[in-house]
């Protein structure tokens, strides 16, 4: 079946950098787009950007652009996300998402925790 | 942009009661589509309805989405202890674009 794995939770200092990584297995990697979302706490959903692992094409949400980059290894079927510069307001559950042929997260990962705090 | 506001921000209802919940988008969502995901403590979302009203397989027919343009609802016939949980509308296309509605709570 259908899984996406993310690595576990990270706690960074304000300005630094964290990587979360989602490793898919039950499908074939390269035939479907990776959506990137977050939660702070307490909060709503909210969308950050896409790649797509055929072509490492990205797209991002307002608001991120310039600080996050998302990356995918094919050979390991894995998509990462990078946020630099982070802020106290960072802070969340950070999950990837599997995007449908209609565009709709089908499958999502378990989520990661970051927290942010000096 | 389209901002979808979802009302009331917390349902308070017993089981076996009728639970209403709204999404509306601040503009025509045109030929976009609307989801509704269910949410529970320390999990990620989980699909029930697609494009406004298709259930996915497995999910209750108790849960029925409907609604166009602006105006989209969830309705949950009657609650078992198990729907009580955060509820969020998406708005999606094939751009990959989304947008989120902030959330019910739907407690008893």
């Known amino acids: 079946q259908v899984q996406l794995v993310q690595s576990g939770a990270e706690v960074k200092k304000p300005g630094a950098s964290v990587k979360v990584s989602c490793k898919a297995s039950?499908?074939?990697?390269?035939?479907?787009?990776i959506h990137w979302v977050r939660q702070a706490p307490g909060q709503g959903l909210e969308s950050m950007g896409w790649?797509?692992?055929?072509?490492?094409?990205?797209n991002f949400a307002q608001g991120f652009q310039g600080r996050v980059t998302l990356t995918s290894d094919t050979s390991v079927s894995t998509a990462y996300m990078e946020l630099n510069s982070l802020r106290s307001d960072d802070s969340a559950v950070y999950y990837c998402?599997?995007?449908?042929?209609?565009?709709?997260?089908?499958?999502w990962g378990q989520g990661t925790l970051v927290t942010v705090s000096s | 942009e389209i901002v979808l506001t979802q009302s009331p921000a917390t349902l308070s209802l017993s089981p076996g009661e009728r639970a209403t919940l709204s999404c509306r988008a601040s503009?025509?969502?045109?030929?976009?589509?609307l989801a509704w995901y269910q949410q529970k403590p320390g999990q990620a979302p989980s699909l029930l309805i697609y494009?406004?009203?298709s259930r996915v397989t497995g999910v209750p027919v108790r849960f029925r989405g409907s609604g166009s343009g602006t105006d989209f609802t969830l309705t949950i016939s009657r609650l078992e202890p198990e729907d009580f949980a955060v509820y969020f509308c998406?708005?999606?296309?094939?751009?990959?674009?989304?947008?989120f509605g902030q959330g019910t709570k739907v407690e008893i």
């Open positions: 998402a599997r995007v449908s042929p209609s565009g709709l997260p089908d499958s």
């Open positions: 039950g499908y074939s990697f390269t035939g479907y787009f």
């Open positions: 790649i797509n692992p055929n072509s490492a094409a990205t």
């Open positions: 503009q025509s969502v045109g030929s976009r589509l």
């Open positions: 494009a406004t009203s």
């Open positions: 998406l708005q999606y296309d094939t751009s990959i674009t989304w947008t």
